[in-house]
C-alpha cells in the first residue's frame, strides 16, 4: 500500500528544508568571522596587553592550526555524538571562546583563541556532511551558498568590528559577535526536526578506510596547496605591494579587501557547475591558471594590482568553493563525507598554516618577494596537478 503524501505535508517538509538550509547558512558565518574580527582592532589590542608582533600574530594563526590539528578529533566527535549535535557543540565553543577572549589579559586572549579554533574545526569537518545528507539533490548549490557564507560572514566582522571598536573599545567589538552565534544556535536548534528520528551517527571505521585512497590524498594535496596559496596571500599582499610597487598601507589594505570579496562570486559559482560535470579537471586547471596569473602579475607587474587582486580573489573563492565540492562528490556514503573531511582538512590546513610562516623567512633571508612569489607560482603548479588526480571522473574513495 502506497503511502500519499498530501500537500500539507509537503509544503511543511519544504518549510523544513529551507528552515535547515538558513542553520547551515549561519553556523558558516560563524566559522570565519570571529578569526577575521581580529585584526581589524590588532594594534589596540597588541597596546591593551602588552603583546609583540610575534604574540599578537598567534591571534590570527592559531586557529588555522586548530583546524589541522583538532579535525581528526571533530571526526571523532561526530562519530560519537551524532552530527546535529556536533554542530551544537561546535556553536556553543565558538560562543564561549569569543566571551573569554574579550576577557581581562592575554592568558584569557590566548585561551579564548584556541577555543574558538577547536569548535571551528567541528563544524568545518561536519557542515559538508549535513550538505551531503540532507541535500543530495542541491550539492552544488548549498556547496557555493556554504562557501560564500564563510567568506562573508569574514567581510562582516572585517568591516565592522574597527567602528565598533572606535565607539565601545575593542573588547565589545570582539565579544559582541557571540550574539550572531546564539542567533545561529537558536537556528540550528529549530531546523533539527527538519531530519526525522534521532541524531545520525557516523561510522567511525570509515576513517581508516578514506586513509588507504589516492584520491583522499589528492584532495590533500589540492586543499593543502589552496590553503598556503590563501593565507600567504592574505597576510603577505598588502607588504608586497608597499616593498614593490610603492603603495601606501592603505592602498594595500584596499587590495586585500578587494581580494576577499571578489572571491564571493566564484565560492557561488564554481560548485553548482562542479556537482553537474562528470569530471572536474577542467575547473581544477583554471583554479591553477588564475593563480598562476595572479600571483605572476604580482612579481611581473606590481602596479597592476587591481587587476591582480580580482584575479587572485577569483582564484581564492574558485578554489575553496572547488575542494569542499570534491570532498563531498568523491564519497558517495555519508560516513566517507566525514572521515574525507577531517583527513583532507587536517593535512590541508597544516600546510596552509605555515605558508605565511615561510613566506616571512623566505623574504628575510632573501630581501625581496622574488623567491617567495615563485615559490608560490610552483605550490600552483601544484594545486592543479593535484586537482587533476581529484577531478577525475568516476573518482571514489569509497570503491
Known amino acids: 500500500m502506497t503511502t500519499r503524501i498530501t500537500p500539507r505535508q509537503d509544503r511543511t517538509v519544504v518549510t523544513r528544508r529551507w528552515l535547515l538550509l538558513t542553520a547551515v547558512i549561519l553556523v558558516a558565518i560563524n566559522l570565519r568571522g570571529p578569526i577575521a574580527a581580529v585584526s581589524p582592532v590588532l594594534p589596540e589590542l597588541r597596546t591593551t596587553l602588552g603583546l609583540g608582533s610575534g604574540s599578537a600574530s598567534l591571534l590570527t594563526s592559531i586557529p588555522v592550526l586548530c583546524f589541522s590539528i583538532a579535525a581528526p578529533a571533530a571526526s571523532l566527535l561526530a562519530a560519537r555524538t551524532g552530527l546535529e549535535r556536533a554542530i551544537s557543540i561546535s556553536l556553543a565553543g565558538i560562543a564561549l571562546g569569543t566571551v573569554v577572549r574579550s576577557l581581562d589579559g592575554p592568558s584569557a586572549m590566548l585561551v579564548g583563541t584556541v577555543v574558538i579554533g577547536v569548535a571551528i574545526t567541528v563544524g568545518n569537518v561536519v557542515i559538508p556532511v549535513v550538505i551531503k545528507r540532507d541535500f543530495p539533490d542541491r550539492l552544488g548549490a548549498v556547496t557555493g551558498l556554504y562557501t560564500a557564507a564563510l567568506a562573508g560572514g569574514a567581510a562582516l566582522t572585517a568591516a565592522l568590528t574597527a567602528p565598533i571598536a572606535a565607539v565601545s573599545g575593542w573588547r565589545l567589538a570582539l565579544g559582541v559577535w557571540a550574539g550572531i552565534t546564539v542567533v545561529a544556535?537558536?537556528?540550528?536548534?529549530?531546523?533539527?526536526?527538519?531530519?526525522?528520528?534521532?541524531?545520525?551517527?557516523?561510522?567511525?571505521?570509515?576513517?581508516?578506510?578514506?586513509?588507504?585512497?589516492?584520491?583522499?590524498?589528492?584532495?590533500?594535496?589540492?586543499?593543502?596547496?589552496?590553503?598556503?596559496?590563501?593565507?600567504?596571500?592574505?597576510?603577505?599582499?598588502?607588504?608586497?605591494?608597499?616593498?614593490?610597487?610603492?603603495?601606501?598601507?592603505?592602498?594595500?589594505?584596499?587590495?586585500?579587501?578587494?581580494?576577499?570579496?571578489?572571491?564571493?562570486?566564484?565560492?557561488?559559482?564554481?560548485?553548482?557547475?562542479?556537482?553537474?560535470?562528470?569530471?572536474?579537471?577542467?575547473?581544477?586547471?583554471?583554479?591553477?591558471?588564475?593563480?598562476?596569473?595572479?600571483?605572476?602579475?604580482?612579481?611581473?607587474?606590481?602596479?597592476?594590482?587591481?587587476?591582480?587582486?580580482?584575479?587572485?580573489?577569483?582564484?581564492?573563492?574558485?578554489?575553496?568553493?572547488?575542494?569542499?565540492?570534491?570532498?563531498?562528490?568523491?564519497?558517495?556514503?555519508?560516513?566517507?563525507?566525514?572521515?574525507?573531511?577531517?583527513?583532507?582538512?587536517?593535512f590541508g590546513y597544516a600546510m596552509g598554516a605555515s605558508g605565511p610562516l615561510v613566506m616571512g623567512v623566505l623574504v628575510d633571508v632573501t630581501g625581496d618577494w622574488s623567491v617567495p612569489l615563485f615559490t608560490l607560482l610552483g605550490l600552483a603548479a601544484v594545486l592543479g596537478a593535484a586537482g587533476l588526480a581529484a577531478g577525475r571522473a568516476g573518482a571514489s574513495v569509497d570503491g
Request: with cysteine; proline share 5%.
Open 185 to 346: 544556535w537558536c537556528a540550528w536548534a529549530a531546523a533539527l526536526p527538519a531530519r526525522p528520528g534521532t541524531a545520525t551517527r557516523q561510522d567511525g571505521s570509515r576513517a581508516r578506510d578514506v586513509w588507504r585512497h589516492p584520491v583522499a590524498w589528492a584532495l590533500v594535496l589540492f586543499l593543502g596547496c589552496q590553503s598556503t596559496l590563501y593565507y600567504s596571500t592574505t597576510a603577505w599582499l598588502p607588504t608586497i605591494l608597499v616593498d614593490d610597487a610603492g603603495t601606501s598601507s592603505a592602498t594595500g589594505g584596499a587590495a586585500m579587501s578587494l581580494f576577499q570579496l571578489t572571491g564571493i562570486a566564484t565560492t557561488l559559482i564554481i560548485p553548482p557547475v562542479a556537482t553537474r560535470l562528470a569530471g572536474q579537471r577542467g575547473l581544477a586547471l583554471l583554479v591553477a591558471t588564475l593563480w598562476l596569473l595572479a600571483l605572476s602579475g604580482l612579481l611581473l607587474l606590481p602596479s597592476a594590482w587591481p587587476l591582480w587582486s580580482v584575479v587572485g580573489g577569483f582564484a581564492q573563492g574558485a578554489g575553496i568553493g572547488l575542494a569542499f565540492t570534491l570532498v563531498i562528490l568523491r564519497a558517495r556514503r555519508t560516513a566517507s563525507v566525514a572521515a574525507l573531511s577531517g583527513l583532507v582538512q587536517g
